[in-house]
């Protein structure tokens, strides 16, 4: 009996050993395959290369979306057809190597609009109420000489009326010119050739004693720009009333409806644009300064990310 019983005990013993080699045969198989393998790739390790879409807003409007896009151009971004200039839109690309997405927006916002996008293509006056310096902040900016002086405009028929001209000679003056470059330091620049003293000799300041005249314009640097021009005036005992717009199509409307006497904010290629579209029949009579337009990092990203 004793003998039978040991017999079995010793099958067993066989038994589970066999059983525990199986076992750990199957677990060093299951872990280590001599099949080669493929590493699982994190989005940062992918092979295929990703295309990053590159995002620009500009201006929304015809005749500063042309001047945004001429900037790109002059930049060696983009192409245009040469036929459309200051009119040109973003349907007129004839070129987009590094196929940017443009996003329109009203010229206003585009400050707001900054953390949205790769970049912006900001006018100054825009740039300057945000707190941005286009002199310091611009990826690249326009130069001096660019044809988009801003003007003080009027309603056609009143060119020549004594409170025109009195208004027109206070923003020609030395005053004037000398405030806008030690204030903005070429983020403005004066464009009037032979600044004076701020008066018309052939105006009678006399007759204007009392009145008021009043203006529509943005408020950085137009409205800035003419408080300079108020204290010439005032001088004469000629008040100048200053009427703040963050918009660019009520201040030609007033103007052309007679509710204001002038308007100060905007560049003649919109001038016309706006009168083309609206009917309205407002125009120029001196130009006073230039904001040369810049183009300004969002999300991030330089300059040589797109001219590269």
């Given amino acids: 009996m004793k003998k039978t019983l ?17 076992s750990c045969g199957s677990s060093t198989t299951a872990g280590k395959s001599d099949a080669p393998t493929t590493p699982s790739a994190t989005p940062s390790e992918s092979t295929t290369p990703s295309t990053k879409v590159i995002t620009i807003a500009v201006p929304n409007d015809t005749t500063n979306e042309a001047r945004a896009l001429l900037l790109l151009e002059n930049l060696g971004i983009i192409e245009i057809d040469g036929t459309k200039g200051q009119t040109a839109t973003i ?16 010229a206003a916002q585009l400050p707001n609009k900054l953390a949205d996008v790769d970049y912006a293509i900001i006018n100054s006056n825009f ?10 902040d611009a990826l690249a900016i326009e130069n001096a000489e660019s044809p988009y002086a801003n003007i003080l405009a009027v309603k056609a028929g009143n060119e020549t009326s004594p409170k025109i ?14 405030y806008i470059s030690a204030t903005y330091g070429g983020s403005v620049v004066s464009v009037v050739a032979n600044p004076g003293d701020g008066y018309d000799a052939s105006v009678n300041y006399e007759e204007l004693k009392g009145t008021t005249i009043t203006v529509a314009a943005t408020p950085d640097p137009h409205a800035q720009i003419l408080k300079e021009a108020k204290k010439i005036l005032e001088a004469r005992e000629i008040t100048l009333e200053i009427k703040k717009y963050n918009d660019y199509i009520q201040p030609n409307n007033v103007v052309d409806s007679g509710e204001v006497d002038a308007n100060y904010f905007q560049h003649i290629p919109y001038l016309n644009n706006f009168n083309q579209n609206n009917g309205t029949n407002v125009v120029s009579v001196l130009a ?3 904001e040369p337009m810049g183009i300004y990092a ?6 040589e990310d797109l001219t590269k």
């Fill in 91 to 106: 349907k007129d690309i004839t070129s987009n190597p590094k196929n940017i997405q443009f996003v329109e927006v009203e």
């Fill in 6 to 22: 040991s017999i079995i005990l010793a099958l067993v013993c066989i038994l589970s050993s066999a059983a525990l080699l199986a």
């Fill in 298 to 303: 969002g999300k991030g990203g330089t300059l």
């Fill in 165 to 178: 001209l009195a208004l027109k000679a206070a923003l020609e003056s030395k005053a004037v010119a000398d």
């Fill in 288 to 290: 006073v300064h230039v």
């Fill in 127 to 136: 740039a300057l109420s945000a707190g941005i310096n286009p002199t310091e």
